[in-house]
């Protein structure tokens, strides 16, 4: 009870020093103190609803009344101050929203302490009293005030970056009134769409461009309708609005009309996502052309935010917006040399990042004086790290719609990332992952290695110690590199990279040793003659981990990937690690060589992936044709695991009955590209060029198997080989024949 009183006390007082204010001018030393005071009493009502919601609940109806009284009426004339406004509608905009104070939809369910709150609310919020609010709020707290004006005039770039977003609301004024209309209405919207449309109709046509407070009246309503647009969806058809309406409020050229064109602009944004014809956008476009040659910078800044969001929407489409790319994104580049702020130089250079990453190569023919400009900017940028973050999100943007192209950047692409991925630069905080991220599509548009592209490579064991969150980017630039020129890039840096693989593997998670292991078997793909040996340190673990049992399917079915690839495609190395394992495990070659078998044919069910189900297949009968006992003693486990790997890649032709391999590729295969997907990446050419030369992708399982039968069958003779095969269990044998029909 002292608690409460206390807090009921907070009222009183708080009503004391407002009154007390009046007597105290805004230059006597004791008016800080006291604004100070007053702030923490309201300090302690927010802290106390925020911390105790049900507590408050007998203080919701007198903490309304007191809020709503000092600053929707006449009683806070003279005495309220920019900080105890925002404190009061904070203290509103936490009860509207506060979700311990809204029932479910079946009141049933809700607690009594929640019903009690919301019974409360709903007396107080009536239809006078929330009219009155947003009637207030609109006309009176968004209008623009002289301080904002004279700051648009003197310092634009300042004014279109006021604080907004995330937590502004909580000290500004602003966005504490935008935030509080937004909550207030949402909560309320049936009631208070009416009033809203209301203040719209009698907006309608144009507005006298000498009358400035009619025009900052619009831009007020004009605000709020932009705020509302989720709620006033069904209420307002904006199509027909934007062509009878605000689109003729664009073309006034007047000076003293900007903050209308300003706010038309802006509420178009608003509303793209919401409800806006997909016809309408050449019209937009039209209009944002002009805007982008506005005199006022605000203005122009404004558009480029508008233009930012209609290309980002979801129903964007390129064809409408190719007839006015060039003249959009000339004016664009105009408007980032234009501005000098860091903060703006930031946003405009996202939108343009945005443009180019929706029209791909499309951008090619207009990027010439962004690419000669992003060096300048750079080297200006040194000491403003989050305008060099936006520059390396413009070089991903600019390489992906540049292609193999890009290779021209490279003079300042190169010593970019250099420097954006090395450790030991304090940059590194800031730029490391998207510095990363530019190495990463530099490499896979990349026609062909340079010394310089490599030599950047040297920055990669720093990063792999780090072990970061970033370790499967480097993997994939690893593999960049590997696709790019693997034997260059291998013997100039297998040997490191191998000790680093040889660390991580020690205490990594499952899933980053899957991750090494992946490098290892693309290695193995890309070069199965040279990638043996420089990897040759990790594969006695990974030989030990299949005799062993891994215990992760995951896992298991990365080293049987790895030790398929070895066995298949570069027998000699097999057979030396064969007898350097057996060394190991004091066992001879041939007992060694069983248990894997053994091991490989137990635990197949671990591999998902056809590739690598069929590499299995494969490399288990490259063993053939052989007179080795074990080889023999296994021949049922090998077929078992041929027969699994024919069931997964044969598809039966309906027409002959006949089957064929499913995973063969040939030369004549060229995916063709939709309109909607991105055109292959230099990476890609060398994927599919590679799988051209992949056995799983090249030979017919089907035709390798029948050769290797037929082969085995030579050498032991018709009897040997039948003996051999009545080892194998009847069905699997009629299956096998089955799919070897035609041969």
Request: net charge negative; glycine share 4%; hydrophobic share 40%.
């Amino acid at each position: 009870m002292e608690v409460m009183g206390f807090l009921h006390g907070i009222f009183e007082r708080l009503k004391q020093f407002l009154e007390c204010s009046r007597s105290i001018g805004t230059d006597n030393v004791c008016r800080d103190r006291l604004e100070k005071t007053i702030i923490l009493f309201t300090k302690v009502l927010l802290d106390f609803l925020d911390q105790h919601p049900f507590s408050f609940t007998p203080l919701i109806q007198r903490s309304l009344e007191f809020s709503v009284s000092y600053v929707f009426t006449e009683v806070g004339e003279g005495v309220t101050f920019e900080r105890f406004i925002v404190q009061c509608m904070n203290l509103i905009k936490m009860i509207v929203k506060n979700y311990a104070y809204k029932p479910s939809k079946n009141f049933e369910d809700s607690s009594p302490e929640t019903l009690e709150a919301h019974k409360i609310k709903m007396a107080f919020f009536t239809y006078p009293t929330l009219t009155e609010i947003c009637r207030r709020l609109v006309s009176h707290y968004f209008l623009l005030t002289e301080e904002e004006l004279t700051m648009w005039e003197e310092d634009p770039e300042g004014f279109t970056v006021e604080e907004t977003g995330g937590d502004s609301w909580k000290y500004s004024l602003r966005p504490c009134t935008e935030v509080l209309f937004i909550d207030i209405f949402h909560e309320y919207n049936q009631t208070l769409t009416p009033v809203l449309l209301e203040m719209m109709q009698t907006l309608q046509g144009p507005t006298d461009v000498e009358d400035m407070n009619a025009v900052l009246i619009k831009d007020a309503v004009y605000n709020a309708v932009g705020l509302a647009a989720y709620e006033l969806f069904d209420s307002v058809d904006f199509d027909q609005w934007f062509k009878n309406q605000l689109l003729p409020e664009l073309q006034v050229i007047h000076n003293r009309y900007k903050p209308l064109r300003r706010r038309v602009i802006w509420l178009i944004g608003q509303w793209i996502s919401v409800k806006f014809k997909s016809d309408l956008r050449p019209m937009l476009y039209e209009a944002i052309c002009n805007l982008l040659q506005d005199q006022d910078l605000v203005v122009r800044i404004e558009t480029a935010t508008t233009l930012k969001l209609t290309v980002d929407d979801f129903e964007f489409r390129t064809d409408q917006f190719l007839p006015y790319l060039e003249t959009m994104f000339t004016l664009l580049f105009q408007l980032l040399q234009q501005v000098t702020e860091c903060d703006t130089k930031m946003h405009v250079l996202h939108v343009l990042s945005c443009v180019i990453e929706r029209v791909n190569m499309q951008i090619r023919p207009y990027v010439g004086c962004l690419v000669q400009y992003l060096p300048l900017l750079w080297k200006q940028s040194e000491e403003h790290n989050m305008l060099r973050c936006a520059i390396l999100t413009t070089l991903i943007h600019l390489v992906q719609g540049l292609g193999a192209d890009s290779k021209n950047l490279y003079p300042f692409l190169l010593p970019v990332i250099q420097l954006s991925t090395d450790v030991s630069q304090p940059p590194h905080v800031y730029l490391l992952e998207d510095g990363l991220e530019l190495w990463l599509v530099t490499l896979e548009n990349s026609p062909c290695i340079t010394p310089e592209l490599l030599r950047i490579f040297q920055n990669m064991s720093p990063l792999l110690e780090l072990s970061s969150e970033n370790l499967r980017t480097c993997f994939k630039i690893i593999n960049g590199y590997i696709f790019l020129s693997s034997t260059e890039f291998l013997q100039t840096y297998a040997v490191g990279l191998c000790q680093s693989f040889c660390e991580l593997l020690k205490e990594i998670t499952t899933e980053g040793q899957v991750q090494v292991l992946k490098v290892v078997e693309n290695a193995l793909k890309v070069n199965p003659i040279l990638a043996p040996q420089m990897f040759q340190p990790i594969l006695p673990c990974v030989f030990r981990g299949i005799i062993e049992g891994e215990r992760y399917p995951v896992v298991m079915s990365t080293y049987l990937g790895v030790m398929g690839r070895v066995l298949l495609q570069n027998t000699s190395f097999f057979s030396s690690l064969l007898n350097e394992m057996a060394h190991k495990f004091n066992q001879e070659m041939d007992q060694l060589l069983g248990n894997m078998i053994e091991m490989w044919v137990d635990r197949m069910d671990n591999i998902t992936q056809p590739e690598r189900r069929k590499l299995s297949a494969l490399a288990l009968f490259s063993l053939l044709p052989s007179d080795n006992s074990v080889i023999q003693d296994k021949f049922c486990g090998i077929i078992n695991i041929s027969v699994e790997g024919l069931h997964d890649v044969m598809t039966e032709d309906p027409e002959t009955g006949t089957y064929k391999d499913c995973m063969l590729m040939s030369h004549l295969e060229e995916p063709k590209v939709t309109e909607d997907e991105e055109p292959p990446t230099e990476q890609d050419k060398r994927k599919k060029m590679l799988a051209l030369k992949d056995p799983v992708h090249t030979v017919s399982l089907q035709q390798f198997i029948y050769e290797k039968l037929k082969a085995q069958q030579e050498l032991l003779g018709e009897q040997g080989f039948q003996s051999l095969m009545e080892t194998v269990d009847t069905e699997i044998v009629t299956q096998l024949q089955e799919f070897l029909q035609g041969f």
